[in-house]
């Protein structure tokens, strides 16, 4: 539920090995790989299960406990909590609009939708792959201040929903809020990168799913945008830090965190649908099982064989508008397995 990579804790020295075997390309390159970028990776469903993929365990046993999951077409409410810029506002737009756009060439954030949307509900109904953004508002005042708990983060939401901007969409909408980099969280930087829940009818007036994701460019950005940035104590021979796609580690590294919280806010919703273990309260959920695996070979504080620009910025999926993304990859129910569409056959 609550990203958070402390994985960079072991086997780091991988990436610094990986960084310095990149093979180059005309256009980009990826790293530590045999992959041709000119040559379309098969679609996942065709990817050779005969080796087994990052993160697979026979011994994980992620349950479905038959509450409902987001099958109806999901409308997004942004909240815009504190002080954002324009530009760092249309990156994550353009990327929550990616998941449903369909012209980004592969690997593409919609073909990484794809494996969150095998997850069903008990009438067999889909989780759904239409995505838009149905409404924003920005709270430029910091109506409830700079320090929030996650108990205050639904007055937030309550401020939103009552000021009209939004309706009150309890069966196809959820809640994001983005706050901005001088705005702290309880156990932000700690223990949580962001979370998701629902809301109490005390607070808000209605039951709503809601996502929290900060921006820790100025808090902990080595914490919760790895691998954008790394912590001190790696300068002297730990993984360097990699180039933010879009140029910007705190932005960048919020919209891993996102696409985390949607692929676990879509498939458990209510916290009583899809997750292993059996404590509701602190569910490990599909976003949860493949934490800091970004493509083949990942684990122990490599994150895998992801891509390269020609300028040096790492991704793993494209988006409309030409964007590129590094997003971590989620649990299959098909593969019983962490994937993405940027997975290498290594038959």
Known sequence: MSPLPNFILFFSIFLFFSLALTEQYEDFQTLNTKFNPRIPIPPLRTLSSSKRFEGTSDVVKLKYHMGPVLSSP????????????????????????????????????????KTVSLYTDQTGANISSTISIAGEYSDLRYSNGKRLTRLSIQDVIATAV?????????????????????????????????????TFPSKVGYTLPYAWVGNSGKQCAEVCAYPFAVPAYMGGGGPGKLSPPNGDVGVDGMVSVIAHELAELSSNPLVNAWYAGEDPTAPTEIGDLCEGLYGTGGGGGYIGEVMKDKEGRTFNLNGLRNRKFLVQWVWSPVLNACAGPNAIDLN
């Not at 999901?74 to 609009?97: E, M, S, T, V």
């Not at 939004?166 to 979370?195: N, S």
Request: with cysteine; charged share 25%; proline share 6%.
């Open 162 to 198: 009552r000021s009209k901007p939004f309706p009150v969409d309890h069966r196809k909408g959820i809640y994001l809020v983005l706050t901005a980099e001088d705005v702290t969280m309880d156990e932000f930087c700690r223990a949580v990168c962001g979370f998701h829940y629902f």
């Open 74 to 113: 999901i409308n997004i409410y942004l909240i815009w909590y504190g002080k954002w810029a324009r530009p760092d506002k249309q990156l994550i737009k353009d990327f929550l609009l990616s998941i449903s756009d369909t012209t980004a060439p592969h690997p593409s954030v919609s073909d990484w939708w």
